[in-house]
Each structure stands twice: as structure tokens, then as C-alpha cells.
């Protein structure tokens, strides 16, 4: 209703200027797929559209995403490291292993996760319980959920990779030893739409008491 008012009001304005035009159309922006439509198109892509680039800007506004991501108590210890360039393409894809290096054929993009130690699963320098920097592993997680969602609502197509050289992507990127390095994520066009793969039933998931 407010909406359609604001509308009123505007055409109001227009008729008391004395610059109403004949015919007004109002247009509204192009709504993008709802999140049910994100979870279920989402699909590990190992063949990509190597004739589609995406911008430095659209993977800055996908990496937005993983700010919102959620962490123990806010410590927001995921790190993220884009290779865009064709030289830091190739030197990633040399430490990934044979077979994910032929997935991700055509990818522009491919990033590498890490989370700083120490942080989630710690108050000041003590650890809190006997999980301790995995919950760094766990926070990001989350965090990477939220970039291949995104990535999706996007149009993009990602792959999560968790065979890798991580002492060679150290090199790489100059990455730290306060960081672990997790995964290496594709960014892309799929080729062709994938098959699903079958589900679990719901009762061997979850219990309910």
C-alpha cells in the first residue's frame, strides 16, 4: 500500500507541474529467484562455460556475502584469496590435483578459503572447550555456504574443493601460518545443467525427542 501511494503521489506531482505525460508506465525491477530456487538449482559444477568472464565488481559484491555469515562471538576469522588473473589460475590449478583441475576448466574465478587460528572457539588465549579451532573449521563453513548461495542468486556456479597442496597455495598467495588453509572454490558458468543426485530421507538425519 505505501508503495502504491508513493506511486499516487508521484503522478500528482507530475499533473500539478503541468508535466504529467499522456500514458505513464511504471516498470519494476526484475525480482531474482527466491531462496527455494536457490537451494535447489544449486549444484557442484565440474564443467564450465569457458566463453562467460565475471567482473572483479560482481565477485566483490558475491564476496559481500560472507560478511553477513555468522561466527563465534563475531570473531569473523574466514579469509578469502581470488585468483582472477590467468597466471594465478594456472598456479592454482597445478595444486589441486588431475581431476579437479579438468572440473574447473573454463572457471574465471577461483578462491581460496582459510580462518585465522585461535579465534573461533576462544576467549582471549583460552581455548573453551575441547573442539577448539574447529570451530573455526565450522565458522567457515558457514561462511563458504554463504558465498556458493550467493554465487547461485547471482546466476554463478561454484565447485568446493577440499583436495589441495596447502603449503603451495601459501606460496601462492603469501598466505599466513596463523591461517589453515580449507578449500578452493570455483567460480563460473556451468556448461550444462547437472542432474540432482538423490537425498537422504529425512528421518536418517534428523531425530526429533
Not at 499533473?15 to 527466491?34: I, K, L, R, Y
Not at 577461483?110 to 581455548?127: N, P, Y
Not at 561462511?143 to 568446493?160: E, K, W
Amino acid at each position: 500500500m505505501k508503495k502504491n501511494f508513493l506511486m499516487m503521489m508521484a503522478a500528482l506531482a507530475f499533473v500539478a507541474c503541468g508535466n504529467a505525460p499522456e500514458t505513464t508506465v511504471v516498470t519494476e525491477a526484475a525480482e531474482g529467484p527466491s531462496f527455494q530456487e536457490v537451494l535447489t538449482s544449486r549444484r557442484s559444477i565440474r564443467a564450465y562455460d569457458a566463453t562467460k568472464t565475471i567482473s572483479e565488481d560482481e565477485v566483490r559484491t558475491l564476496m559481500t556475502a560472507v560478511q553477513e555469515a555468522p561466527s563465534w562471538a563475531n570473531a569473523q576469522p574466514s579469509r578469502y584469496y581470488v585468483a582472477m588473473s590467468a597466471e594465478k589460475i594456472d598456479a592454482v590449478k597445478e595444486v589441486i590435483g588431475p581431476n579437479n583441475k579438468k572440473n574447473v576448466e573454463g572457471a574465471p574465478v577461483l578462491i581460496v578459503s582459510t580462518f585465522e587460528k585461535g579465534k573461533s572457539g576462544f576467549f582471549g588465549e583460552k581455548q573453551v572447550n575441547e573442539i577448539g579451532d574447529g570451530w573455526g573449521c565450522y565458522d567457515n563453513g558457514l561462511s563458504n555456504g554463504y558465498l556458493v548461495l550467493q554465487a547461485r542468486a547471482m546466476g554463478f556456479d561454484t565447485l568446493i574443493m577440499g583436495m589441495r597442496e596447502s603449503d603451495k597455495l601459501r606460496e601462492i598467495f603469501g598466505i599466513p601460518q596463523s591461517e589453515t588453509v580449507m578449500a578452493v572454490i570455483s567460480l563460473g558458468y556451468r556448461a550444462a545443467d547437472p542432474t540432482r543426485p538423490g537425498r537422504k530421507e529425512l528421518s536418517e538425519m534428523v531425530k526429533f525427542f
